[in-house]
């Protein structure tokens, strides 16, 4: 079965400096997604990044990019230009990408809760 | 609004009690995940539907129980609740062969029991 781990459960960042998240994940297979979401006070579950296994580039959506590195199944997530609106939970998930029956399930690490200090 | 409707969206409860959470996948979605969420924890998955029909199932209790009606809502029984029984649980909702994408989470109902 896959895990996945975040060793930070906090963190905080001066508004306008940069963050980076950090998650490690353990599978044996070879080829799947990995998806970082933000969890605000609203408690909505909001999709930040997503990143295929087999793409080698780092996925990015404007402040947001990540660090990807297969080989040592890290998947981290740096957060530019921190803004208050960032303020968060935020998880790691695995999902296979094998079509197999019952395999489109996410695997959710225990978060990181991010502070922005004004 | 994501598309994906939760009821009710605050639930609260005695022990031994039974309660029903429903949920409506948006539109054009087949399968419909619920997920539960204790005090500052991850979100652990329960079980996934696909049209009706159960798909995947996780560290369900046996007290819990989910079915997907032919109109895709799908209900999620919590029955005997116990005081841990407390946490928000998400439903979620996706085309199955969604390749990775296609995640889409309701608001969540946080079910507190007294």
């Known amino acids: 079965a896959q895990t996945v781990t975040q060793s930070q459960p906090e963190m905080s960042v001066q508004e306008a400096e940069t963050v980076t998240l950090s998650c490690t994940y353990d599978?044996?297979?070879?080829?799947?997604?990995l998806f970082w979401y933000k969890q605000p006070p609203s408690r909505q579950m909001i999709l930040v990044i997503r990143?295929?296994?087999?793409?080698?580039q780092n996925a990015t959506e404007n402040r947001f990019s990540v660090n990807f590195q297969k080989a040592a199944k890290s998947f981290s997530l740096k957060i530019s230009d921190s803004q208050l609106g960032d303020a968060a939970m935020y998880f790691c998930?695995?999902?296979?990408?094998?079509?197999?029956?019952?395999?489109?399930?996410?695997?959710f690490g225990t978060g990181t809760r991010l502070t922005i200090i004004p | 609004d994501s598309g994906v409707t939760q009821t009710p969206k605050h639930l609260i409860t005695a022990t031994g009690q039974r309660v029903t959470l429903r949920c409506s996948p948006r539109?054009?979605?087949?399968?419909v995940y619920w997920y539960q969420q204790s005090l500052d924890q991850g979100l652990q998955f329960l079980i996934q539907?696909?049209?009706?029909?159960?798909?995947a199932k996780g560290n369900i209790l046996e007290r819990f129980s989910a079915q997907q009606f032919p109109d895709l809502h799908s209900e999620l029984n919590l029955s005997s609740l116990e005081l841990g029984d407390s946490a928000l649980y998400f439903c979620?909702?996706?085309?199955?062969?969604?390749?990775?994408?296609?995640?889409?989470f309701g608001s969540g109902t946080r079910l507190t029991v007294v």
């Open positions: 979620a909702s996706s085309v199955a062969t969604s390749r990775g994408t296609g995640y889409t």
């Open positions: 599978t044996s297979e070879s080829d799947y997604y």
């Open positions: 990143q295929e296994a087999y793409k080698q």
């Open positions: 998930a695995y999902r296979s990408a094998y079509e197999n029956f019952g395999n489109e399930k996410l695997t």
């Open positions: 539109s054009g979605d087949l399968s």
């Open positions: 539907y696909y049209n009706g029909e159960e798909r």
